[in-house]
């Protein structure tokens, strides 16, 4: 497609007459004279793939040297590369060959499941190199994308897709990974360790889904909200093994395994030095207040500025009061706060049956994160998926429809920095989503002037420079993708998903009224129900059946004492309070763990 400018390939350049929004330029720039919408004219020098300059227009005298170009932007605006903070590569472009049929957060699930299917290692490649390829032609230089990780195969396939794509797209995509599981599965201390060593070796970031069920927030929500021992999973866990048949025998006293572990979130992240990405509070439930969660355990691991917070769609109907007290955690956690605009419009307060209009927008309350000082930014999210069937990974668009459903145009102010500043010191890249003297010119060049014009139109025709240098890439073809017959692609048939021999067993959604687990990414999953005595103590002896026989074989040769009945009088009691935490107080209960 014609560019609106020729811009040569030349070892300097200067850009004339540009409108560029004051938030984006150094705090010490010279601009006497904006416009109401927070724009400054100025001219921007670059030299050797970097900026050099930036002055008010007319300031400074006209190029003379022969090997510089002059490009006059007639009052076109200039921002800086954009940053994607919150996007889902690994399941882009499944919305028509697996489609979500109702449009609704459990139908997602439901179609993201039956999508399984064709995931391979080619497949999700493919896919993933196409979304970064529209992502580079749109101007975005920096993409995280959480990867979901429910289950072996996807961790299988996701992490290495990943860690190619990572290098091959280094220098034109900053790509960062998230690994993305409900909170409930951090109950399965194997997996979870398992998983967390994968993401540090990658160089990924620790993720999970809290409170992002439709029902999120409900007790009865044992996926996301995990009522019953959520301050365990985000915080510690403490689990005992104990050894029922076959005890062992020592000087007249029980001999009783005990182990602490951490399975939590938190402590896998801490130990292994990883931020951390929450998918939160994705619904309209006043009970859903998984961000206070979040923020207060923040504060606690001392882990301020290290921590996202994504969706946050249930704080539109908080109490003012609930609302004070989460917003002044959320502060002082540090924490970002990333809405999904496109997305979670399409799929919040949507009907089943399509009969009735929606009532409200979906997006998290912007304005008011911002004033009490919450960093706050914009991103894709799903692009042409089960949970959004648009999208083309252009933050151009999304930053319009922010501007549109959130009321951000009155004034425009510094929300362009949602997409380019925000974003960047949240991925700890600082040279991204600024424009200023000695760092690399990574520029997006538009024929619009000024924001009006800006998001009337698309504006197909912007020049998109790297380093200096404009690049000649275009959105690929869709065709690029059609590997799947098109009589799949487009049917209402939707497969069941099959899990091979190898796979764990797993519960299928259920419906909205039985609370079903809708987060994003909870195809692919498996789930233990606690409320399965015998499962629940199966799994605490199998959780510390390793550590525990290490410590019984290092302790074999040391002669057991009268301290040892103390122990194991401690542990009885600790293991009867632990089925009190998971089952209620029933005398049977009790007695299954003591014995």
């Not at 009052?75 to 028509?96: C, N, R, S, Y």
Request: with cysteine; net charge negative.
């Amino acid at each position: 497609m014609p560019r609106f400018l020729d811009v040569e390939h030349r070892r300097a350049l200067r850009l004339e007459n540009a409108y560029v929004p004051v938030c984006c330029l150094p705090q010490n720039t010279p601009v006497p004279n904006t416009t109401i919408d927070s724009l400054a004219l100025v001219d921007i020098e670059i030299a050797d793939g970097f900026v050099t300059g930036i002055f008010a227009t007319g300031v400074r005298p006209i190029y003379s040297d022969a090997h510089s170009g002059i490009v006059n932007m007639r009052h076109g605006m200039v921002l800086p590369t954009f940053v994607d903070l919150h996007t889902h590569i690994d399941k882009a472009q499944t919305g028509e060959r697996s489609r979500n049929i109702d449009g609704t957060l459990s139908g997602a699930d439901r179609s993201t499941a039956s999508d399984a299917e064709f995931w391979n290692q080619e497949d999700v490649y493919r896919r993933m190199d196409f979304s970064l390829k529209c992502a580079y032609a749109h101007g975005t230089s920096a993409v995280r994308t959480h990867l979901i990780n429910m289950a072996p195969k996807q961790i299988q396939l996701t992490w290495p897709c990943f860690q190619l794509l990572k290098e091959k797209w280094k220098g034109k995509v900053e790509l960062q990974g998230v690994s993305l599981v409900v909170l409930s599965f951090f109950r399965d201390l194997e997996a979870a360790t398992e998983l967390a060593n994968t993401v540090a070796a990658a160089g990924g970031i620790m993720g999970a889904a809290v409170c992002c069920a439709e029902n999120g927030g409900d007790p009865n929500d044992d996926w996301t909200t995990c009522d019953r021992d959520r301050d365990m999973l985000l915080d510690r866990l403490l689990t005992w093994g104990i050894i029922a048949p076959g005890m062992a025998m020592h000087a007249g006293c029980l001999i009783v395994r005990c182990c602490f572990s951490a399975a939590t979130i938190f402590t896998l992240a801490k130990e292994r030095n990883l931020d951390l990405d929450f998918h939160v509070d994705e619904n309209g439930n006043e009970k859903a207040k998984g961000l206070l969660y979040i923020a207060r355990k923040t504060i606690q691991h001392g882990y301020q500025g290290r921590v996202v917070c994504g969706h946050c769609c249930s704080l539109c109907y908080q109490s003012p009061k609930d609302l004070e007290v989460t917003m002044e955690a959320t502060r002082e956690a540090g924490i970002t706060v990333v809405a999904l605009p496109l997305v979670n419009q399409w799929t919040q307060d949507r009907d089943q049956k399509g009969q009735r209009t929606p009532r409200w927008r979906g997006v998290t309350l912007l304005h008011e994160l911002r004033s009490h000082g919450i960093p706050v930014a914009i991103a894709s999210d799903n692009t042409r998926d089960q949970f959004y069937a648009y999208g083309d990974l252009d933050m151009l668009e999304v930053f319009n429809q922010a501007c549109r459903m959130a009321h951000l145009d009155r004034p425009y102010q510094d929300w362009a920095l949602t997409v380019g500043s925000v974003p960047a010191d949240a991925m700890r890249l600082p040279q991204h989503g600024r424009i200023a003297p000695r760092l690399p010119a990574n520029l997006v060049l538009f024929k619009g002037r000024g924001y009006s014009e800006l998001l009337a139109r698309p504006q197909w025709d912007r020049v998109v420079l790297r380093n200096g240098v404009p690049i000649d890439a275009e959105v690929p073809d869709y065709r690029e993708l059609d590997t799947v017959p098109n009589e799949r692609r487009y049917t209402a048939d939707q497969p069941v998903l099959t899990l091979g021999p190898a796979d764990p067993p797993s519960n299928p959604p259920r419906s909205p009224s039985s609370g079903s687990m809708t987060s994003n990414d909870a195809a692919f999953s498996k789930q233990s129900p606690l409320d399965e005595k015998d499962n629940v103590i199966a799994a605490l002896n199998a959780k510390v059946s390793s550590a525990a026989n290490q410590v019984m074989r290092s302790s074999s040769n040391i002669r057991i004492g009268w301290w040892v009945v103390l122990a194991n009088s401690m542990v009885v009691v600790c293991a009867a309070v632990l089925a009190v935490r998971y089952f209620g107080s029933t005398e049977e209960q009790l007695d299954s763990v003591a014995t």
